[in-house]
């Protein structure tokens, strides 16, 4: 494999490259063409190891259809057993992964800070709609602010800008034409009917836009369930634009302070999964790693191309070098199978094991350098490390052996000395003792954006029949949505429009999906409930003591809520309850109809 990937363009301008690591200053010359040559390179590589992994399970379902219907053995992966299950068994194994989506909880999507502003910001929200004297002021403001929260992050502030602003006019856009709707006969029931069309085909581009839409068609159906004169509808739509700008305005409040903080956690987290990947062996067969990271490393640095200024370059040069790491560490991780199939020396394993540990170690510190967590004394020690361990090494690439054995001893030895270049390289960008020339024009940005709208349209034309699934999806949803529709306004509750609300927040595009979400959502209702309850009964009605709860209640679903999805539920639930009580309504019937329609809805 690394011969088929290692082509003349790339070894020569890996040569200049690791010639130039070698200057004084540490001064790093990054090439167009070098550059080039590497994206085709890496490209070649992602290629080749997913047409192999492809190939592989291709065969491996063939082998499994031309077994009888009745065999229910199957063989373990990685291993020579094989596992004697009954269809019982199979249909055991089948709830316990529903019952393990149903109560997982992913931990690292947790963030206190986040949670913290967007608390903030809610009740910031609250306590302007309050002081407008608008009907429906506070719960609109409120609203506004919490779904435009559900966009919040901790990407780049240039993309979280952008991304928090559009929710923010979305929103507040859909407010308005949902109580406008709610004006003309049938008119509800056909807005919401392709805005949840919209919403659908929405998936298409990704979950951000997709939670946007869904949130939009649930301030659409919100708004459109209540009583509004055309100034208390344009004020109220007005209050939620201010409640997504007030917490756009949290959310970029460090952008002088700490502008390039999210692009420098992007770079770090990388780092570490490259360290980490180093001491973990891959076979050829085997897609690359840390492709999953790289990707979002490269999304979270593309505003920087349209910047300049030494920080900018330096943390492009520095994905630049962990790009070139990556294809070195690829190499070398696969060079123990071509060891053990040609009998090489167990020196030669030994050696090369302990250079991907050291290795590993520098990527690691580079990592942790960039979070602030080791000083620089530590980090060059690490690297010296790793150059200390190519020493060993090189008289294993000048000894006498048979040429298929010395060409890969060599070949080896060349991409450690590659990623000892690179090594160095990046210390230098990190400590900011390096220079950084880039070599990319200024005017690039413009073809490329070219390029974005017309995959926009591509994905659009592709999606729009029926062997879709994102098409399936979008008119699933808009069928569930009319006919929920339609109950609700046949049994004309007051609060009737909770059940449409529930359907686009469970409808989801896979079947496991929905249903895991509906029962969470309906557990998450109740429990929700019931701490909307014990806040009634037990602490005094007062404005201060709603606002507070309710502020404590974000906090909660935006800290716990992206864990699971039933947390989620259960704090949007007493948040929801507690916001229109603002309005006056009974906290009773509130709690009685929030239950009865949301299982209608769920179910």
Not at 123 to 133: D, K, M, P, R, Y
Not at 155 to 169: G, N
């Amino acid at each position: 494999m690394s011969q088929i990937l290692s082509p003349t363009i790339t070894a020569a301008s890996m040569s200049v490259f690791n010639r130039q690591c070698f200057l004084p200053h540490h001064h790093v010359l990054i090439h167009a063409v070098h550059q080039r040559s590497v994206q085709i390179e890496q490209k070649a590589n992602v290629l080749m190891c997913h047409a192999l992994h492809s190939g592989a399970n291709y065969l491996k379902r063939l082998a499994s259809e031309s077994r009888p219907v009745n065999e229910w053995k199957t063989r373990q992966p990685g291993t020579g057993r094989t596992d004697d299950r009954t269809p019982q068994a199979v249909k055991h194994s089948s709830w316990r992964a529903f019952w393990k989506i149903l109560t997982s909880f992913d931990r690292s999507r947790m963030a206190p800070f986040m949670a913290f502003r967007n608390s903030v910001g809610m009740l910031l929200s609250l306590v302007l709609g309050a002081a407008t004297q608008i009907g429906f002021g506070a719960p609109a403001a409120g609203c506004g602010a919490l779904f435009v929260s559900y966009s919040d992050g901790s990407d780049p502030y240039r993309h979280r800008a952008f991304r928090l602003i559009c929710a923010s006019v979305v929103i507040s856009g859909a407010a308005f034409v949902g109580g406008m709707s709610e004006r003309y006969p049938f008119g509800v029931g056909v807005v919401a009917a392709a805005a949840a069309f919209i919403a659908g085909m929405a998936v298409a581009f990704g979950q951000t836009v997709a939670d946007v839409g869904m949130v939009s068609v649930v301030m659409l159906i919100l708004f459109a369930g209540q009583q509004f004169t055309l100034k208390s509808l344009a004020g109220s739509a007005l209050l939620a634009l201010a409640g997504g700008l007030a917490q756009t305005a949290l959310s970029l409040a460090l952008w002088p302070v700490r502008k390039y903080e999210p692009e420098r956690r992007a770079l770090a987290l990388l780092y570490l999964e490259l360290g980490r990947i180093a001491t973990e062996p891959i076979g050829l067969a085997d897609a690359p790693p840390a492709t999953a990271r790289m990707s979002q490393t490269h999304a979270a640095l593309q505003s920087l191309q349209q910047e300049g200024g030494d920080e900018s370059l330096r943390y492009r040069s520095l994905l630049n070098q962990a790009e070139r790491a990556r294809l070195c560490l690829i190499r070398l991780l696969r060079a123990p199978t071509a060891l053990d199939s040609d009998g090489r020396s167990d020196e030669a394993r030994e050696a090369l094991t302990r250079f991907l540990s050291g290795a590993g170690g520098a990527l690691a510190a580079i990592g942790e350098f960039l979070q602030g967590t080791t000083q620089r004394e530590s980090l060059h020690e690490k690297i010296a490390k790793a150059n200390e361990l190519i020493e060993k090494w090189r008289p294993l690439a000048v000894r006498e052996a048979p040429a298929d054995e010395a060409a890969l001893l060599k070949e080896v030895l060349f991409q450690m000395d590659a990623l000892a270049g690179q090594l160095r390289a990046a210390e230098g960008l990190a400590t900011g003792s390096a220079a950084t020339i880039w070599s990319s024009p200024g005017h690039s940005a413009l073809p490329w954006r070219r390029l974005g709208m017309n995959s926009v349209v591509a994905s659009l034309r592709a999606n729009l029949n029926f062997r879709s699934a994102v098409f399936r999806h979008a008119v699933r949803l808009s069928i569930c949505l009319t006919i929920a529709g339609a109950i609700a306004r046949a049994t004309d509750w007051s609060h009737a429009y909770w059940i449409p609300m529930t359907v686009v927040l469970v409808l989801r595009p896979d079947f496991a999906g929905t249903f895991s979400r509906g029962l969470q959502r309906i557990a998450g209702t109740i429990v929700g409930l019931i701490v909307a309850t014990a806040v009634f009964y037990w602490l005094p009605q007062t404005l201060a003591v709603q606002v507070t709860a309710i502020g404590i209640g974000v906090f909660l679903l935006r800290w716990l809520g992206p864990a699971n999805y039933g947390l989620f539920a259960m704090g949007v639930t007493a948040v929801i309850v507690l916001m229109l009580t603002l309005t006056g309504a009974a906290p009773k019937e509130l709690i009685t109809d929030r239950l009865v329609d949301t299982s209608i809805g769920g179910m």
